[in-house]
């Protein structure tokens, strides 16, 4: 079993940078895949970037692309999500999850897919 903790959550003003960080328990951390969601009231979780187990592949939401950066330290059992240039449209409750695949595809898009969540960070960024 897997558990999650997100930080570093908070108010940023639009074009500034929040660092996000996802610690997890469990010594099979290594053998997840981590993603990254978010979601606003109303609305279903949308997909925002994911990293294999092994932090060799890494995938991205097209909202996101050329601005989040998503890693891994697995010596520190930690997945990271680098903000930068974050717009309104980016304020959400985000959340991590790992994901337990034999393999990279498709389905680490899909909320539905992921065995264990984190509780979540709350993201605002001002106009």
């Known amino acids: 079993q897997v558990q999650l903790v997100e930080s570093g959550g908070g108010l940023v003003q639009a074009g500034g940078s929040l660092r996000l960080s996802c610690a997890a328990s469990?010594?099979?951390?290594?053998?997840?895949?981590i993603g990254w969601f978010r979601q606003t009231p109303g609305k279903e979780r949308e997909f925002v970037a994911a990293?294999?187990?092994?932090?060799?592949?890494?995938s991205d939401a097209d909202s996101v692309k050329g601005r989040f950066t998503i890693s891994r330290d697995n010596t520190k059992n930690t997945v990271y999500l680098q903000m930068n240039s974050l717009k309104p449209e980016d304020t959400a409750v985000y959340y991590c999850?790992?994901?337990?695949?034999?393999?990279?595809?498709?389905?680490?898009?899909?909320?539905?897919?992921?065995?264990?969540w984190g509780q979540g960070t709350q993201v605002t960024v001002s106009s």
């Open positions: 469990g010594r099979t951390f290594s053998s997840y895949a």
């Open positions: 999850a790992a994901l337990l695949v034999a393999g990279w595809g498709p389905l680490i898009k899909y909320y539905n897919q992921y065995n264990y």
């Open positions: 990293i294999s187990s092994g932090g060799g592949r890494t």
